[in-house]
């Protein structure tokens, strides 16, 4: 399974995880600030950032997802084989249903892990 996200015209496919820098508020303020710029978003540094710490929670949380699965345990998503993609109008949109006060505490992996298990849920 690989996790990609569509933000703007660039597609996000997952990459080795590193640590995950931004808390979920911050990362969600800066993907507003750069929706709202169109186009030309992602020619900004900012872009680069935001795409590189996506692609590491998405993959860190694929990961983790992984390991449950393999363990016995029951993952916390449940998202299809191959390649699954989210706009970033959508991603947005999930990560606004995670209260401010919580985001404002989790990292960017939790944030993507609950945004893919709104998305995927497991049956």
Excluded: H
Excluded at 42 to 47: A, D, G, K, R
């Amino acid at each position: 399974m690989r996790v990609c996200l569509l933000i703007g015209l660039a597609t996000l496919c997952a990459t080795p995880a590193s640590a995950q820098d931004m808390n979920a508020q911050r990362l969600y303020e800066a993907g507003v600030a750069l929706k709202a710029q169109g186009p030309l978003a992602l020619v900004t540094p900012e872009f680069r950032e935001i795409r590189e710490e996506l692609q590491a929670a998405a993959d860190a949380a694929r990961a983790e997802a992984r390991a449950n699965k393999a363990a016995g345990r029951k993952p916390r998503f449940c998202a299809p084989e191959g390649e699954q993609t989210m706009g970033s109008g959508e991603l947005i949109r999930r990560v606004e249903m995670i209260p401010e006060a919580e985001r404002r505490k989790i990292d960017s992996q939790e944030m993507m892990t609950r945004v893919l298990a709104q998305k995927y849920p497991c049956t």
